[in-house]
T-cell receptor, first 119, second 114 residues
């Protein structure tokens, strides 16, 4: 059972370009979370999605950032018109269906991250 | 709102010494509690988790954590650290809900002195 797959692992963009980060959850997981880790900081929640639905986007910047998790294919985190301050590691995580019924608790599994550098 | 506090930003211990990393949470009910470890340039690996039952939880790599409701704490311990334990450690909390999200502490960087 493959883990959470993120790509690209490293991405370099010039200011003003667009960055697209992809995340394929673990098999059988329909809940996806995106977190951002700025240098020397902890992980900050950005958005929580289920298939075709955004459940909680309270951590997403109001502008330039968007996320989707279509019925087919990976989840995409899209950053338009990137700025230097967007340079960070972006982590995706997934959890099983119906986490409230998961007797092991709402354990989420992380991908290895995508490191975005804006030059 | 739920929150997680890791009061120690950076800790250095000697190899073979014991370790305790502190974590306090703020939440009205007992949440799910987690410890994750992150090596440089890597993703997060789950060390252990607590959601009910025995308050002393055993994890991987010889780590354990104890949930203390009265102190709202979930401290991570290891009796004897190894140089390979040098990493960033994150405590996290999640409430029991189908639409919840895990909230992370700011992390504690662990360095090992030879």
């Amino acid at each position: 059972n493959a883990g959470v797959m993120q790509n690209p692992r490293h991405l370099v963009r010039r200011r003003g370009q667009e960055a697209r980060l992809r995340c394929s959850p673990m098999k059988g997981h329909s809940h996806v979370y995106w977190y951002r880790q700025l240098p020397e900081e902890g992980l900050k929640f950005m958005v929580y999605l289920q298939k075709e639905n955004i459940i909680d986007e309270s951590g997403m910047p109001k502008e330039r950032f968007s996320a989707e998790f279509p019925k087919e294919g990976p989840s995409i985190l899209r950053i338009q018109q990137v700025v230097r301050g967007d340079s960070a590691a972006y982590f995706c995580a997934s959890s099983p269906d119906a986490p409230e019924l998961n007797l092991s608790g709402n354990t989420i599994y992380f991908g290895e991250g995508s490191w975005l550098t804006v030059v | 709102a739920q929150s997680v506090t890791q009061p120690d930003i950076h800790i250095t211990v000697s190899e073979g010494a014991s370790l305790e990393l502190r974590c306090n949470y703020s939440y009205g009910a007992t949440p799910y509690l987690f410890w994750y470890v992150q090596s440089p340039g890597q993703g997060l690996q789950l060390l252990l988790k607590y959601f009910s039952g025995d308050t002393l939880v055993q994890g991987i790599k010889g780590f354990e954590a104890e949930f203390k409701r009265s102190q709202s704490s979930f401290n991570l311990r290891k009796p004897s650290v190894h140089w390979s334990d040098a990493a960033e450690y994150f405590c996290a909390v999640d409430r029991y809900s189908s639409a919840s999200k895990i909230i992370f502490g700011s992390g504690t960087r662990l360095s090992i002195r030879p």
